[in-house]
């Protein structure tokens, strides 16, 4: 289905530029878990200019090695955005996606997973930050400003259908209408709920978990999470201290990070159930929808949910853990899957079968764009914040132009810039781009790395 833009929406791509950035965050610990122990948070940053001077940005989440491997990918697609028109692209924006992933010989390296999905993600990333700076909204605005038939246009429902189909998704929207004015006013006065995981690094030392909970308590915040799964004993300690710091009316979360097999899981989350945990996040492989739903099932007794999804590969993935009640708590990413268009159809695949959707956000950029997806969520979609939260990690916001900002009372604020909040300052740029940013040399002089 094409949608009619605007006349005023067609500009004229000239040119898509990529680079690596990276910020040296192993040394801190910062971003450490069970399976990742020395993360230098990263991203590949896609800039997509126009004749017309106005430009989008656009970024995919790494971990520092590698990204080089994805800005190859980005690299090898950028011949099918540059010399395009925006309202060729945003006119059948559906259209384009599956063009962009269904590249004949691209798509044998992936199909729509891996690195070239991340790929796609920073571009798809990039044009909504150009689509919404060309209509001067925010892009949480542009997603509940649009008409439903508008929307949904943008979605590919291959290999979605027997879940949701076109006309189910148009209907879950149009029924939510009436009160979406309110929703926006109320979350322009009181904001969306936010959890927070700077407490709980795996390298962090038991005085600067305690530390850090008190600083996040004064902030207002009440709900947190940690890492677990390199040791039971540990867990057990880390656990209680956090339970010390906090009290036990605030809510706390454990994430394993994919470390456990099924039965391990399972075994290891009962010795950690008297901690009234309201989840346990990727407690294995994170293809295995078989094992979550195992997992689940196992934990119900002790009212301990399961939460995944932040390396689940795309919407089918998606749609095979909604159908199956593998999890309670899906856990979109805005940078794993194929940007805003696949991410819409899993919030709308969510709403249908009810289940709760709570971004993960641990990572460069990820606080800045899921926030606008939550709150569309909240607007157009499931239009309640019950047992739903933002997760919130303290890391780079200072780097970008707009960044995630959150209230007193820990919730984030509603972005009011026109964009997806995903723009870096030049400085931020010449200083960590990878290798041969001024801080990355500085590091290099002085045997750093």
């Known amino acids: 289905m094409a949608l009619s833009t605007r006349s005023d929406e067609c500009y004229h791509i000239t040119t898509l530029e990529a680079k690596d950035i990276r910020w040296p965050t192993s040394l801190g610990a910062h971003g450490s878990d069970a399976m990742h122990t020395d993360p230098d948070y990263s991203c590949v940053y896609v800039t997509i200019n126009t004749e017309e001077g106005i430009y989008g940005n656009g970024l995919t989440f790494t971990l520092g090695r590698g990204t080089d491997i994805v800005l190859l990918a980005v690299n090898s697609m950028k011949r099918m955005v540059e010399q395009r028109t925006t309202e060729s ?20 390296i992936g199909p729509e997973k891996g690195v070239t999905h991340l790929a796609v993600a920073a571009i798809i990333n990039a044009l909504w930050d150009l689509w919404g700076k060309i209509r001067g909204l925010p892009v949480w605005k542009l997603l509940t400003e649009m008409e439903p038939e508008e929307l949904v246009s943008t979605i590919d429902f291959r290999y979605i259908t027997d879940a949701i ?12 209408r009436a009160g979406t004015r309110t929703r926006m006013n109320e979350l322009m006065k009181t904001g969306y709920p936010a959890y927070t995981t700077q407490v709980g690094w795996l390298g962090y030392s038991d005085d600067t978990i305690r530390a850090l909970c008190r600083k996040y308590l004064q902030a207002g915040f009440t709900a947190f999470k940690i890492k677990v799964g390199q040791n039971l004993e540990n867990d057990i300690k880390r656990c209680r201290l956090v339970r010390e710091e906090i009290g036990w009316n605030n809510t706390l979360m454990v994430d ?8 391990e899981a399972i075994e290891w989350m009962k010795n950690l159930k008297h901690f009234k945990l309201l989840w346990i996040e990727e407690p294995t492989s994170p293809d295995d929808i078989l094992g979550h739903k195992k997992i689940a099932d196992a934990l119900k007794p002790y009212s301990i949910g399961v939460a995944t999804g932040e390396m ?8 095979q853990f909604i159908q199956s009640q593998a999890f309670e708590f899906c856990q979109i990413d805005s940078a794993r899957i194929g940007g805003v268009n696949e991410i819409l159809a899993v919030y709308l695949m969510a709403k249908k079968f009810n289940v709760k959707v709570c971004p993960h956000a641990g990572g460069v950029g990820l606080c800045e764009m899921v926030q606008h997806l939550q709150l569309w969520d909240y607007t157009s979609v499931s239009c309640t914040m019950d047992k739903r939260m933002i997760e919130f990690v303290d890391q780079q916001h200072e780097q970008f132009v707009h960044p995630a900002r959150i209230y007193a009372n820990a919730c984030y604020i509603p972005p009011s810039a026109p964009g997806y909040s995903t723009e870096l300052k030049p400085e931020a740029v010449s200083m960590f781009e990878y290798p041969v940013g001024s801080e990355w ?9």
């Open 256 to 263: 394993a990070n994919q470390i456990w097999d099924v039965n």
């Open 165 to 176: 189909t076109r006309e189910e998704a148009i209907n879950i929207l149009k029924e939510n």
């Open 312 to 319: 689940c590969c795309n919407r089918v993935m998606f749609k």
């Open 89 to 108: 692209i945003f006119q059948n924006f559906a259209l384009f996606w599956r063009e962009l992933t269904s590249e004949s010989q691209l798509r044998w």
């Open 441 to 449: 040399q500085r590091m290099f002089a002085e045997g750093i790395f």
